[in-house]
């Protein structure tokens, strides 16, 4: 029967990638990517960004929305200081099987929780499920509309601190305008624009990131 195409990455990591090393797990998804299927990662350029942003605000708490495949779980994880802890929601039952052997091949098992569900129904539940204070970087990745709604529902929930780092992929393509019109003219946060290309693609695309002022 016919395999999915994260079924396909996945063999592509197993195939290539080191067990326990998450580099080799991102660069053999890039690669999968690159020369057989395109998929919907972040990717390697936008990746960079994503690295230094997660370099610079050497977070304890992250919180990921859309895991598809893990690739961007594996690629923030793999730069958390040693006791940081990663909670990455997943929506589709399918990717987050394939997501949970991605994130155990790159050995990084015992800093990421990925929970299967929607964002809007598992973002009031964080306090209580996982013991969360508050997050100190937010990395948004999930359906383009549900970026503000669930931006709000973070503010509302007390899940984001003077400080709170938001980082939203995809914020030219596919695009979230309401998003942007609101984190950019809201005086509770300063935003900033990455261009940067849509992954493995000359497109325009960029990530949006804002800190959270209180
Ligand atoms: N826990 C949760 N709660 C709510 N939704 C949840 C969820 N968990 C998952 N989802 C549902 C996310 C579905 C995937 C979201 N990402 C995207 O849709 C996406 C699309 C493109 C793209 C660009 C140009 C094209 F021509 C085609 C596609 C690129 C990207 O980098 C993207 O991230
Ligand atoms: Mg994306």
Request: charged share 25%; proline share 5%; hydrophobic share 40%.
């Amino acid at each position: 029967t016919q395999t999915t195409r994260p079924q396909r990455l996945l063999a592509a990591v197993q195939k290539n990638a080191t067990r326990g090393d998450p580099r080799s797990v991102v660069k053999a998804i890039d690669q999968f990517c690159r020369q057989k299927e395109w998929a919907m990662n972040v990717g390697d350029e936008k990746g960079c960004i994503l690295d230094s942003v997660v370099t610079e605000v050497n977070p304890a708490t992250v919180l990921e929305l859309g895991t598809y495949c893990a690739y961007s779980t594996v690629r923030i994880a793999s730069l958390l200081p040693p006791h940081a802890k990663l909670i990455t929601l997943e929506f589709n039952p399918h990717n987050a099987a394939i997501a949970r052997q991605v994130i155990a091949w790159a050995g990084l098992g015992d800093k990421i929780q990925l929970v299967e569900g929607a964002s809007g129904d598992w973002i009031p539940k964080m306090k209580e499920k996982f013991a969360i204070e508050t997050f100190d970087l937010v990395f948004l990745d999930h359906w383009k509309d549900r970026y503000l709604p669930d931006t709000k529902l973070m503010e509302e929930c007390g899940l984001l601190r003077k400080g709170s780092i938001l980082l939203a992929d995809n914020v030219i393509c596919p695009g979230t305008p309401d998003y942007l019109e609101y984190i950019r003219n809201s005086p509770r946060y300063k935003s900033q624009y990455f261009r940067s290309h849509l992954e493995y693609t000359k497109v325009e695309d960029g990530l949006e990131k804002s800190v959270f002022l209180g």
